[in-house]
């Protein structure tokens, strides 16, 4: 009579030794927006997260409290990159079709709906790039820069949510650019008439 198999043992998960804490918050925050690019938002979890880089669960709360301390240093990660990449030609406003951008505006909308509070998002983006903007438009205010700057900011952040339901042709999109770009042209002009250039 012979003896019946036993099962074998499961693999043993391999999990990194002790890692320095920047180096495990480089770690996690790269893993989240590489599965947060593929992935719908809620299966970007804590375990898959510290599973895809092999550090222990509480790695997270230890490095950032809680994940939305994780997923805000995400979105703060991510708009450094697009603006690392795009402040160079900052006119063509590509910043704010960027995927990252894009990316960054969809989470934050998602963790606002998830009950996080919507100002800890707020990076300053317009005050940080409107002297860079104002400087390449040459001679026109910082009030009338900023208030272009957040028509586009509140236009583009409408698009990345919204864009999937609408199915908008490239075309049209494209359309819609040149457009913008023939507005910004008239910003001197709109600026005299509005009383702004004082």
């Known amino acids: 009579m012979t003896k019946p198999k036993k099962p074998p043992l499961p693999k043993a998960r391999k999990v990194r030794g002790i890692v320095p804490s920047a180096e495990a918050q480089k770690l996690l925050i790269n893993a989240a927006i590489e599965m947060l690019r593929v992935l719908p938002f809620d299966q970007v979890t804590a375990r898959a997260i510290t599973k895809k880089v092999g550090l222990s ?14 997923f805000n240093e995400v979105t703060i990660k991510l708009r450094n990159d697009v603006l690392a990449r795009t402040l160079g030609n900052i006119l063509d406003q590509s910043m704010f ?4 951008f894009i990316l960054r505006t969809r989470l934050v909308a ?3 709906l998830e009950g996080e509070n919507p100002g800890q998002f707020n990076n300053h983006l317009i005050d940080d ?11 026109l205010s910082l009030r009338t820069t900023t208030a272009w700057l957040t028509l586009i900011l509140f236009m583009t ?8 339901v ?3 042709p490239p075309a049209q999109i494209n359309d ?4 913008f770009t023939q507005l910004r042209l ?3 002009n709109s600026e005299n008439v509005l009383g702004w250039n004082n």
């Open 176 to 179: 819609s650019l040149k457009l």
């Open 166 to 168: 609408h199915e908008y």
């Open 186 to 188: 008239q910003l001197q």
């Open 97 to 100: 079709l960027d995927p990252d």
């Open 129 to 139: 790039i409107a002297p860079q903007f104002q400087t390449a438009l040459g001679g």
């Open 110 to 112: 998602w963790l606002t």
């Open 57 to 70: 669960l509480p790695t997270i709360s230890n490095n950032f409290g809680s994940m939305a301390g994780l």
């Open 157 to 164: 952040e409408g698009y990345a949510i919204f864009s999937e």
